[in-house]
């Protein structure tokens, strides 16, 4: 070990001269810190020091106080002939001045609702929303919009990128991404950036499966189901979320790319070069409950409403299409122990439902992109957060910490900051308190 290395260094160490168009931007990088080795290899290199476009163009739109850079960017060096460039990349994971967040993992929430983002805005990094949460969850909610004061999605966007600062990504699904003309989906996507700004505007982008802009009606209409099995659809069909994701990061957009259940689409996702990939696990975890305990039933019974109830269920719940009511008992059952067989995990992994949070995580290990992060979302109940924190702690995630994302509402997030003993010792507290008053 240096006998240096424990000698704290920064940028203002160096006594370099500032540019002269630049003498008060160059204020904001001084405290920028270096390691003794780049200390001495710059001493004897530079004479000068600037600062990059990058970082001129972000204080400047994010108004930003003299001698500080705001949170959501890392800082870079370069040399540029005799002269120190510090500039900015997005990050994040890092605070203001470039200090790295409390934790490597990162936390995000679901929602469109300024009054509801405002209390957590200082925990998260990310925020994300879909039409539902706009629309459904917000803007035509009046428990919610209250007063109706905002009117339409882009006064909404703007409130939230006010609320959440320049810190935190806003990831936000387009309205209709089975629109034929990428134009119009593109057009879309530059409203967002211009309204949330280049460095915050994440586009979410759904895997489509067979759902096609022919076909989509049929989930709004009847019963609700399509009328193709969820992996029957045509090649250009189920690669149409992975087409646009990768359409939409070639024009220059970070995408979220989302509605991932299974282990076997990371591999496929990431081909198309997203920020993010997802684990969702509410759902999946649930259902997967209910089709073993069916299994079980008609494994130990035998009884033949019992597969009624499988197929129904399998069903309601895209695993069949529409018109598959009198498909036979052995298909039926064929499907539920492919479900029940993809959904095992490894031998000796916890049934904890997470075993798509696991592979995800080992396939952005092996994957080339060292900027991409796994958002872990769709959660409910007492025991899901709980079960993420504790796969946050497993020693072969060590080092993935820092590409992870959780995300769920706010009061979901909220009530994990509480135990019964909290209440217990407060009223120990107040008693005492109100006693000496």
Known sequence: ???????????????????????????????????????????????????????????????????????????????AGDTLIVDLERDISRDTNGAKRPTKTLYSADSANPYEVEPIAPFIANLTCNPGIIYDLFLNNPEANVGNKYKDRDEVMTALGDVLGPGCDISVE??????????????????????????????????????????????LTGNGQLDVAYDKGSTADMLRGHRLALKLHEHGFRVNFTLMFEPYQAQLALQARPAFINSFIRHRKLQSERITNLLAAYESSGEAHVVDELRSYLIANDYLPAGSENVSEKDVLAKANDVQRHRGGRDGEPADGLDNV??????????????TRLIICSMEGPDMYPEIDRLLTEPEFEDMAGRIVITTEPQYLARFTSTNQVVSYQRRFMKAADGAS
């Open 1 to 79: 070990m240096s006998t240096y290395s424990a000698v704290s260094l920064a940028v203002k160490d160096l006594g370099l001269a500032a540019q002269t168009d630049q003498v008060d931007d160059v204020q904001r990088v001084l405290n920028t810190s270096i390691d003794y080795g780049t200390f001495d290899l710059l001493s004897r290199r530079v004479k000068n020091l600037g600062v990059g476009d990058e970082l001129q163009k972000v204080v400047a739109y994010f108004k930003t106080p003299s001698g500080e850079t705001p949170a959501g960017f890392r800082r870079v060096m370069r040399l």
């Open 174 to 219: 387009l309205n209709n991404p089975f629109n034929p003309n990428f134009d119009e989906i593109l057009e879309e996507a530059e409203r967002f950036r211009e309204i949330l700004s280049p460095w915050r505007v994440v586009i979410k982008v759904p895997h489509t499966g067979p759902v096609t802009a022919d076909n989509y009606r049929q989930l």
């Open 358 to 371: 696991r592979h995800n995580l080992r396939a952005l290990r092996q994957a080339n992109l060292p900027d």
